[in-house]
């Protein structure tokens, strides 16, 4: 591939996004070895979504990384044009979301043609309805292998950060939590409402689970979530430590590695647990289709609904009233999840 000198990268979402998209981008680096990458990419439009910068910045995959913020499209459009224009690469990767439509990615090859990059790449994957898909991890693999890059998944390869170590060590001390024992991490928030299962009901499986198997839990997510698990877990659980704060990307990577199991929901700090080999018990809605956003790692268990409206990605609920999540019983999840756990404690 000695004929690229600049390849860029093209690729949208947040923290879990993100983490997905670590094998495919190391092995578009693997493809282009010489070549200089840079990766584009949004900015989050709130302070709850992580910056794709945060997550990856320190892997050393890509040469450069250059941001846009996501507004009406003609803006975003010309925002694009300005860094392909400056940056003027031999080749565009593009690496869509799993729901992009096929119009929308011809859109934006016609857009870094018109730019007149070379060689653009981009196509979308279509799986049958309520077929069992590949992980976004996989799929994005696949897309890249249909492209011309070829390979298999390369690892996460997720590199241990030391003085991070040592600042989570001292964090969880500080709230009582022993770094050197297993303990849960637990995730209660997500972006949607459609991806939430209600918090009284993972108090109660909290409870269980810590009195079955004497493990210490402790809970992430921002600073809404810290609020939320305070007035509506703590009530029913009251072991739940809290950080005082919340965690930063690198700091989550490296509690989420020390810890015995993820048990939440399908959101971004599980995404980081399953990257780092971390076992993942996650309750899931139907809002995607089954097994897209499943975590991407050997040691998990998945607890879904599945219903005929699935993989409908809604924010909102409204019409079934969230019967994905809400047929979903403590007594399903705690006879699922207790099992699990004392199985990983065994190993």
């Known amino acids: 591939m000695s004929g690229e000198k600049r390849v860029l990268v093209f690729r949208t979402g ?58 009406e499209w003609s803006i975003t459009a010309w925002r694009i044009i300005q860094i392909v224009r400056d940056y003027r690469p031999d080749v565009v990767v593009m690496l869509p979301q799993v729901r992009e439509t096929s119009r929308s990615v011809r859109r934006k090859k016609l857009l870094f043609q018109s730019c007149g990059v070379p060689d653009t790449r981009g196509l979308q994957l279509r799986g049958s309805s309520h077929a069992w898909q590949p992980t976004e991890a996989n799929r994005l693999v696949l897309m890249l292998n249909k492209l011309g890059i070829d390979g298999t998944k ?19 001390r500080a709230i009582c939590v022993n770094p050197s024992r297993p303990f849960v991490v637990f995730c209660g928030g997500g972006k949607a409402s459609t991806q939430c299962w209600p918090l009284e009901r993972y108090a109660a499986v ?90 991407d790692v050997e040691r998990r268990l998945v607890i879904r609904h599945r219903t005929e409206c699935e993989d409908c990605f809604l ?5 079934e009233k969230h019967r994905c999540l809400a047929e979903i019983t403590v007594e399903q999840v705690a006879a699922d999840v207790v099992p699990f756990v004392k199985s990983l404690q065994r190993r």
């Open 154 to 172: 390369p690892t996460y390869d997720l590199p241990v950060d030391s003085a991070t170590q040592r600042s989570v060590e001292e964090r969880l």
């Open 206 to 295: 909290l409870l269980r689970l810590a009195a079955e198997t004497g493990s210490e839990v402790f809970g992430v997510g921002h600073h809404a979530d810290l609020e939320d698990y305070r007035a509506r877990i703590l009530p029913t659980f009251s072991a739940l430590r809290l950080p005082l704060a919340p965690f930063t990307v690198t700091e989550m990577f490296e509690v989420c590695r020390r810890a015995l199991v993820y048990f939440g929901n399908d959101t971004g700090p599980m995404h980081v647990s399953a990257a780092v080999d971390c076992p993942v018990a996650v309750v899931m809605s139907a809002r995607n289709a089954p097994g897209s956003w499943d975590p």
């Open 14 to 71: 947040h923290l879990g996004d993100t983490v997905c998209a670590i094998p495919a981008f190391r092995l578009i680096r693997r493809h282009f070895p010489d070549a200089e990458l840079m990766l584009l990419c949004d900015r989050p439009d709130n302070s709850v979504k992580v910056p794709v910068i945060g997550v990856i910045e320190d892997l050393h995959i890509f040469d450069q990384i250059a941001t846009y913020s996501s507004v």
């Open 315 to 319: 924010t909102d609920c409204v019409a």
